[in-house]
């Protein structure tokens, strides 16, 4: 099982087919209904009376809101649902709870209204309006609550996804048009979904708490995607024998920074050395760099004299796209050196089919990091179309290029071409910054020269740009205003404390025979 798998609708629909099959009616909602309850009491802890407004739907999402609202209720909150449907034609469950609901007379259940939503001092607001049945956008008049509940200033919890939110893709359903709750909290039901953790899911799932209603660990499906985490990558993380020299971590060969970009792959080359390599190269397609003052060991070369028969190479920081950037490029892929794929070396293979053909072919480990633009042209689509299926658009690329494939943004998506994916949870918009992807870039290509297996390079590559954007963020510095640069020892630490926490303390103590 994986450590912590992502479940698409249909996978989540057959588990919980399967789990109602072998229990009585209404037990999952009712054990959904006090779950969120317990979630949100624990949010309300600080309020002596808290007076709770739950939106209601005309489906199951809805009775999992009623059902809620008894149990908050008997907490003594002062509690009001807010119900947008037709009683009629609810669910049977949902129309039970709906009508225990209406017998419980400390429950105010009232007429759907957004003026209403704005006029109350709410501790506390429950989206339970669609779940994850929905799948077209949301139109008038649910789309004025909506509108209401994202104005207030409380802490707003979603019932197993964030209305509006495709829960597969993360994407908002009706795209521009379309509108979906910014939730603080999400409870999730049976299984977590992709979409809480990627695209446009962050900003409206909020914090993520699963809960599996006590469903049978047997009944739950082989999932082929996954959040990342330490898990998928720990097993590389070894510390450093004390009889070891610099050729023992690797060679990374940074091949960019032509005249105007040098920039691009000088921060590569920087974080390639902060994160482990032994000997970092900057290849540039110009004259070459005389020195980095700043990080003299890097060792600056003429990439038209540079060999490409050892070590790691990652190409595009700053390359260029002219026909001597080309050229090289060619070279690189046609080496059998592990090689990373990013920024202009990934424009140029998508200018040219002899390069994507040379890249399909090609046997040694190969990443690839684009962001969605990036990706759309390797794709031959739309940064639109890739955002509205980050997942899909990522396992395309991983298998297209035959390549571990990066797609870049919030959530950022690791897929290999056997199509198993893993979306990333660390980071924030700090890293919305110049030079964020060439750095990352960098730290991946330092993992591989250290004998890191790509899938896992990717991964705590990623994981350990995030995990260091989050910790200046903690720690005051950004997100506003922070620079990639300041990224690079950030990263180091994180990854040396990564290593501390999973070795045993060395021991060097010399006693005497006694």
């Known amino acids: 099982m994986n450590p912590h798998p992502l479940y698409t609708v249909a996978e989540l629909r057959q588990i919980e087919g399967l789990a109602q099959s072998a229990l009585p009616p209404r037990t999952l909602m009712q054990r959904a ?3 969120a309850a317990d979630h949100a009491l624990h949010l309300l802890s600080t309020h002596p009376s808290p007076a709770v407004l739950l939106l209601a739907g005309p489906g199951n999402n809805g009775g999992d809101a009623f059902e809620m609202a008894a149990h908050l209720a008997e907490a003594g909150c002062e509690v009001s649902v807010m119900f947008a449907g037709e009683a009629a034609a609810l669910p049977d469950d949902a129309a039970q709870a709906f009508r225990q609901a209406g017998r419980d007379g400390s429950i105010h259940i009232i007429a759907p209204n957004a003026e209403t939503i704005a006029a109350s001092d709410w501790a506390l607001a429950v989206d339970g309006l669609f779940g994850i049945g929905l799948s077209r956008a949301i139109q008038a008049p649910a789309r004025a609550l909506i509108e209401a509940v994202n104005a207030l200033h409380c802490p707003v919890l979603a019932l197993d996804v964030p209305s509006g939110l495709q829960a597969d893709t993360g994407a908002v359903i009706g795209g521009k048009e379309g509108i979906a709750v910014r939730a603080t909290h999400t409870i999730t039901f049976i299984g977590d979904k992709p979409g809480l953790h990627t695209g446009e899911g962050r900003d409206h799932a909020g914090e993520v708490l699963v809960d599996e209603l006590m469903i049978d660990r047997a009944l ?11 898990a998928l990558f720990g097993a590389a993380l070894k510390p450093r024998l004390q009889n070891s020299h610099k050729g023992s971590y690797g060679d990374v060969i940074v091949l960019g920074g032509a005249g105007g970009t040098v920039g691009a792959a000088i921060l590569a080359a920087r974080a390639a050395a902060k994160c482990g390599a032994g000997r970092v190269f900057v290849a540039s ?9 700043a990080q003299p060991e890097l060792m600056c070369r003429d990439a038209r ?3 490409f028969d050892k070590g790691v190479i990652a190409a595009g920081p700053g390359l260029g796209i002219s026909r001597e950037a080309h050229d090289l490029l060619n070279r690189a892929i046609a080496s059998s050196l592990p090689l990373l794929l990013d920024a202009d070396a990934l424009n140029l293979i998508a200018a040219e089919s002899r390069l994507q053909h040379k890249l399909q072919t090609r046997r040694a480990p190969t990443v690839m990091t684009p962001h969605p633009l990036e990706a759309a042209r390797l794709l031959g689509a739309s940064a639109s179309d890739v955002q509205a299926d980050r997942i899909a658009a990522a396992r395309l690329l991983a298998s297209r290029f035959n390549a571990t494939a990066v797609l870049k943004g919030s959530g950022t998506v690791i897929a290999q071409a056997d199509a198993h994916a893993v979306i990333n949870p660390t980071g924030n918009p700090a890293l919305a910054t110049a030079g964020s992807g060439d750095v990352l870039s960098g730290v991946c290509a330092a993992l591989l020269a250290q004998g890191w297996p790509a899938d896992a390079a990717a991964c705590g590559a990623v994981w350990l740009h995030g995990r260091a954007a ?6 005051g510095i950004g997100p506003i205003g922070l620079t990639a640069g300041e990224l690079i020892p950030a990263i180091r630490a994180a990854l040396n404390r990564l290593i501390r926490q999973r070795t045993p303390p060395l021991r060097r103590d010399v006693r005497p025979l006694s």
Do not use: W
Request: net charge negative; hydrophobic share 40%; glycine share 6%.
């Open 470 to 475: 989050d910790d200046l963020v903690n720690a």
């Open 305 to 307: 004299q540079m060999d």
């Open 220 to 230: 739950f499906c082989p999932s082929r995607l996954e959040l990342n985490g330490i």
């Open 285 to 293: 397609p110009d004259a070459a760099l005389a020195y980095d003052d």
């Open 33 to 35: 209904g006090r779950a």
